[in-house]
């Protein structure tokens, strides 16, 4: 596509009665972009492109300074061209329209758009606020996960934050060899996200941080490690303040035996953790002295 056909792509409305795409309007990608006139507003383009090369699912653009969908996103001069082909691993993809890269010339000409410019930069030292890049961690809604519960890993899932069970397992995981919690993740391994907005994530990490300065022995910051990883609709389109957390646990001293803020020890077998008992705690102690 030249730059004429692309700064017009989508951007004039499909008169042709019988377009297939105009008669069904969910229809994937690949065939939506077979057809360079728009048919709602899902496949609309502007033809201006002062807006920023940037789209975040449910987000509020009111000031039109974002892209509307992703056809705005994939087409923008910035972008068309730049990812690699979702339609077909190979160089052979038939899609007309597409907009991703395929071979060597569709680089060059993707410098010749001016696509490598200092804005892309900036964007790519920003990875983690534009959370568009294919190689920051994500996890796609409703999808399960490549990892299952054992020994060093464990899933929840909740409707409300319950800072006490995160204590728990916190205490089972330090009493043991370490992991990491995800919280979003349900039973069978299907990324589900918690809720977060920035406030709340700045509050989960103050209370998350005042509980383990109760616990005894106090934890080292080193020793627990939290992320809040985004969840996606699909490869491309973030969904807004929609996250898993993953708080890993490291183990620093295994002789060392910590209890919750309410004065209580934990550990972890296998896909569950269990509270110790005061004979549970003394033959603990004893095996941890003597390994």
């Known amino acids: 596509m030249n730059k004429q056909s692309l700064q017009e792509f989508k951007v004039n409305i499909c008169q042709n009665t019988l377009c297939q795409i105009r008669q069904d309007h969910v229809l994937p990608l690949q065939q ?7 048919h709602n507003n899902s496949d609309k383009r502007r033809n201006s492109n002062n807006y920023k090369p940037i789209y975040i ?6 000031a039109n300074d974002f892209c509307n969908n992703i056809i705005e996103y994939l087409y923008h001069p910035r972008i068309y061209g730049t990812l690699p082909c979702k339609f077909q691993k190979s160089q052979n993809c038939n899609a007309r329209n ?14 010749q758009y001016k696509i490598f410019t200092k804005l ?4 790519e030292s920003k990875s983690k606020e534009n959370d568009l890049l294919f190689n920051s961690k994500k996890y796609i809604q409703r999808i399960e996960i490549n990892q299952f519960e054992d020994q060093k890993h464990e899933f929840k899932q909740f409707k409300e934050i319950r800072m006490d069970l995160i204590m728990n397992y916190i205490c089972a995981f330090l009493n043991s060899q370490g992991g990491i919690l995800y919280i979003g993740i ?11 907005t920035r406030k709340q994530k700045d509050d989960f990490q103050i209370e998350l941080d005042n509980n383990l300065r109760h616990f005894d022995p106090i934890v080292l910051p080193e020793q627990v490690e939290l992320m809040f990883v985004p969840i996606y609709k699909d490869e491309l389109i973030m969904i807004q303040d929609l996250f898993v957390i993953e708080i890993k646990i490291n183990v620093v001293d295994k002789k060392q035996l910590y209890f919750t803020n309410l004065n209580e020890a934990y550990i972890k077998r296998n896909a569950t953790i269990n509270q110790l008992k005061p004979k549970e705690i003394k033959d603990l102690v004893l095996l941890k002295l003597l390994s």
């Open 32 to 38: 939506i972009i077979q057809c360079q006139y728009y």
């Open 57 to 62: 699912c449910d987000s509020n653009n009111e």
């Open 98 to 111: 597409c907009p991703f890269k395929h071979d060597e010339i569709q680089i060059k000409q993707a410098f």
């Open 120 to 123: 892309n930069q900036i964007l």
């Open 186 to 196: 349900t039973d069978k391994g299907i990324a589900q996200g918690i809720k977060m």
